[in-house]
């Protein structure tokens, strides 16, 4: 529905914050990726550091199951972040809406 005319229009970028949103994720997904596949094959859990015993706290079945977790949930969270991109190309690059009265809240 078209703002009525006499009214203030103020455009809002739409495009934008699904781009924005994408990047984050892509970003956060690609770094806990990167995190999960060191701790598979390079890394140890910090509790080595701290006990007798190599592995005495946290076995190495359990570490791989946690860095296993950590790869998918960055590769799960890249992925929503290009399918925000994918998205994003659908939506209009602004909208126009009517402005608001300074003061007043959306929706009250």
Do not use: H
């Not at 079945?61 to 659908?90: H, V």
């Not at 009265?101 to 959306?106: K, L, M, T, V, Y």
């Amino acid at each position: 529905m078209p703002p009525p005319a006499s009214s203030a229009v103020r455009k809002v970028k739409v495009r934008g914050l699904a781009r924005i949103a994408g990047w984050i994720l892509v970003l956060w997904g690609g770094l806990v990726s990167l995190i999960g596949l060191y701790d598979a094959f390079f890394g140890e859990p910090e509790a080595n550091f701290y006990s007798l015993e190599k592995w005495e706290f946290v076995t190495q079945s359990q570490w791989l199951r946690w860095s296993g977790f950590e790869t998918a949930y960055g590769l799960a969270c890249a992925g929503l972040g290009l399918a925000c991109w994918e998205f994003a190309k659908r939506l209009p690059d602004w909208i126009e809406r009517a402005a608001e009265p300074s003061g007043s809240f959306p929706g009250s």
